[in-house]
């Protein structure tokens, strides 16, 4: 009876372990669609997984208490059984056929034995298979909780970046365009969608002189420069076109160079 205790008792611990592992699963990690967006949920995981560890290491504990109790229990009844049959045998010898009645009664009384030794070992069995599921359990959980440590992390990183692009100010814009406005530098859209660049203050003697290209891809997705006046060595338009093309729209050094050869005009 006390070790039918003991079983039952360790059985219901591990039913126990379920419901709350099957309770972290509905809660924290099925009702809330943006889990791993949360920090909350993060520490919520934290401390169901340390839970169900303490409620897994104590599961463990009992049943591994409770199979040392069984084999002591096992041993003792056997060596019960030694005792009577050696009392049997000394009856025997001292009553004859009374003896064959007494045999039969060790008989079923170690048969009896046998089957409460084997219901032992099959509930011994159970809940071994009962810890196993748990641990899978406990796996899956700690899978999925780094899956969303990994996404909250991402999305945290995320998030910086927005907060450092946001820091790019309307003031810093306004600068950028005077600037711009500053070196006579002027965009334009010209015809069939092409990019009008022109600039001006180039020329010291007429500040608003205009020196201008418009910019187009060819059918192979590259840039060309077109309608360039004054007209720059097709040698040297090339070459900074090459650059544009291969640094995949890297456009500053490409106007700069632009804007230099046409100062070169200038000076010449």
């Known amino acids: ?14 039913e126990m372990t379920e419901d709350m592992t099957h309770s972290v699963d509905q809660t924290d990690l099925g009702s809330n669609p943006y889990l791993g967006f949360s920090s909350t949920i993060l520490m919520k995981l934290e401390q169901s997984r340390t839970m169900l560890d303490e409620y897994v290491q104590k599961q463990k504990n009992q049943i591994d208490a409770l199979a040392e109790e069984y084999q ?4 003792k009844e056997q060596e019960e059984i030694d005792q009577l049959t050696e009392q049997l045998r000394t009856v025997q010898l001292k009553r004859g056929s009374q003896g064959e009645m007494s045999e039969e009664s060790v008989a079923h009384k170690r048969s009896e ?4 030794r084997k219901s032992l070992e099959q509930e ?10 748990l641990e899978q359990k406990l796996n899956a959980i700690k899978e ?3 899956t969303e440590r990994i996404r909250a992390e ?3 990183e995320k998030k910086l970046e927005v907060e450092r692009l946001k820091k ?6 306004t600068h950028g365009i005077l600037n711009y406005k500053s070196l006579g530098l002027d965009f334009q859209k010209g015809l069939q969608d092409r990019l009008r660049v022109s600039f001006s203050k180039l020329d010291p003697s007429d500040q608003k002189r205009m020196f201008s290209f418009s910019l187009n891809i060819d059918e192979n997705e590259n840039y060309i420069v077109e309608e360039c006046a004054p007209e720059l060595s097709e040698q040297v338009v090339e070459e900074l076109l090459d650059a544009l093309n291969q640094s995949q729209s890297d456009f500053p050094p490409f ?3 632009m804007r230099t050869e046409f100062e070169k005009v200038v000076s010449s």
């Open 1 to 14: 009876f006390k070790y039918n205790f003991l079983l039952l008792h360790a059985k219901s611990n591990c």
């Open 72 to 75: 002591h229990v096992v041993a």
């Open 113 to 116: 034995m046998k089957d409460k």
């Open 124 to 133: 011994v069995q159970e809940l071994t298979q009962e810890r196993e599921d």
């Open 144 to 146: 999925v909780e780094n």
């Open 154 to 156: 991402e999305f945290r």
């Open 168 to 173: 790019i100010s309307v003031e810093d814009l």
């Open 255 to 257: 106007l700069l160079g």
